[in-house]
């Protein structure tokens, strides 16, 4: 079977980002014939921004509820919370001793950490934790644990996905070949949406539009959208508009051609967002009431979550790692 993966970090609520990103497309794919999927809760990869254990645990709850909202099953896929196996930190050591440090000093998020230090007129590694620095080390081992051939996510996951194909490539010439390289899946509509302010969506940016804010929320959300100045009857490049990039993510493409014309035509950004509200909560209202039930029955969630993990360990961890410890040269526990 083709073997799909992707993971969402516990440190927020679950955003329209990680809904069109990941969520949406990894359902869709999990449904395919001869598809068997990984679908879990990055809690460890929390840890890396989040020191508020109340914060990481709120959040495994909120992402679990809308995976299973968005109609994930617990028994047609694997559906875990990642520190619920334990041997993705071993897997992690075992290729933190392969892993380049050269590629590892290239990775966007250290990167940018380090920008950010210049421009202060700091130490270049000011306040950077090794475990940002170590971040697509333990990214990789998620995905090289369970041999995954797919793994559907956002534009800005690109390059941890090299960079697993990377260090698996690294392993397998040493060691043997253990790993499946595994290809990046990109939804080319919506490879980035855009936030409240233009940027990229994202919990660090806090221009996120909660995947199931109430509806009034929402739609106050969507109103703050920022737009150009243009009038009403004004030509609007619906390119280079965020309205229009998060209308396209929900609609058809009929829509979407409409809705270019009705930017050329020069519809008013009231109207524009009225629409853009509309369709978004057509697509997630019957979605949230499902939330909304999942969120009041905690327990339910977390015996879904432990079983799963419980059968994934034996199934696949447990033995892998066996594997990959004789293949090291470390003694078996078995
Ligand atoms: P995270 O939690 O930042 O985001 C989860 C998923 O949502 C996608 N995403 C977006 N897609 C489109 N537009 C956006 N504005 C947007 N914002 C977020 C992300 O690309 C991602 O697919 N390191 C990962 C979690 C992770 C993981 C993995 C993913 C850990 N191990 C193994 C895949 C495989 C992360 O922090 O994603």
Known sequence: PTRILTGITTSGTPHLGNYVGAIRPAIASSRAEGAESFFFLADYHALIKV???????????????????????????????????????????????????????????????????????EDDDAAVTAGLFMYPVLMAADILLFNAHKVPV???????????????????????????LP??????????????DGRKMSKSYDNTIPLF?????????????????????EPKDAEASNVFQLYRAFASVEE?????EAF??????????????????????????????LMSRPAEIERILRDGAGRLRERHAIPTLRRLRDAVGLRDLS
């Open 183 to 196: 290809e990046v899946v990109i939804e080319e509509q919506v490879a980035t949406l855009p936030g409240l």
């Open 154 to 180: 956002g534009r800005d996951q690109i390059q941890h996905i090299e960079m697993a194909r990377d260090f698996g490539q690294r392993f397998n010439h040493l060691y043997g070949e253990h790993f499946v």
């Open 213 to 233: 804010a109430p509806r009034e929320e929402l739609r106050k959300l969507i109103y703050s959208i920022v737009t150009d100045s243009s009038a009403p009857g």
């Open 51 to 121: 020191q508020d254990p109340a914060r990481v645990q709120r959040s495994t709850l909120e992402i679990a509820a809308s995976w299973l909202a968005c109609g994930l099953q617990p028994e047609d896929v694997w559906f875990y919370r990642q520190s619920d196996i334990p041997e993705t930190t071993e897997l992690t050591w075992l290729l933190t001793c392969v892993a380049g440090k050269g590629i590892l000093n290239r990775a966007h998020a250290y990167k940018a950490a380090v920008d950010r230090n210049r421009e202060a007129g």
């Open 264 to 293: 050329s035509a020069g519809i008013a950004w009231g109207e524009a967002k009225q629409a853009l509200f509309e369709r978004i909560d057509a697509e997630v209202s019957p979605l949230r009431e499902r939330y909304e039930s």
């Open 256 to 260: 979407t051609a409409r809705m270019r």
